[in-house]
């Protein structure tokens, strides 16, 4: 099996910052895709910033020059930079991997989420 494990969340005043971590772990043999979706009270989820299959980079256009997307390979880890928050940005946070793992004996891909992180921002 995969997991994603995520951290970085918290309470903060509009105009900070929060840095989101999110590392995953088991039977990988490559990830296609990683990045971030959140949840906001009432709303549909949504997807924030994400590496795409061919290595490219999406954002919403409602974080664009706010929010940076970066990862470290070796660790299969993504992070989120979020700068400059606005109390739409809250929501819970859940980090999404697709990954190319043999855990059930063929390799295949699979989608794999995250337990979510609240990021709460105030006004």
């Known amino acids: 099996q995969v997991q994603l494990v995520e951290s970085g969340g918290g309470l903060v005043q509009a105009g900070e910052s929060l840095r989101l971590s999110c590392a995953a772990s088991?039977?990988?043999?490559?990830?296609?895709?990683m990045g971030w979706h959140r949840q906001a009270p009432g709303k549909q989820r949504e997807s924030v910033a994400a590496f795409t299959r061919g290595d490219q980079i999406n954002y919403a256009d409602s974080v664009k020059g706010r929010f940076t997307i970066s990862r470290d390979n070796a660790k299969n880890t993504v992070y989120l930079q979020m700068d400059s928050l606005k109390p739409e940005d809250t929501g819970v946070y859940y980090c999404?991997?697709?990954?190319?793992?043999?855990?059930?004996?063929?390799?295949?891909?699979?989608?794999?989420w995250g337990q979510g992180t609240q990021v709460t921002v105030s006004s």
């Open positions: 999404y991997a697709n990954v190319r793992s043999d855990a059930l004996g063929i390799p295949r891909d699979y989608n794999y």
């Open positions: 088991g039977r990988i043999l490559s990830i296609n895709a």
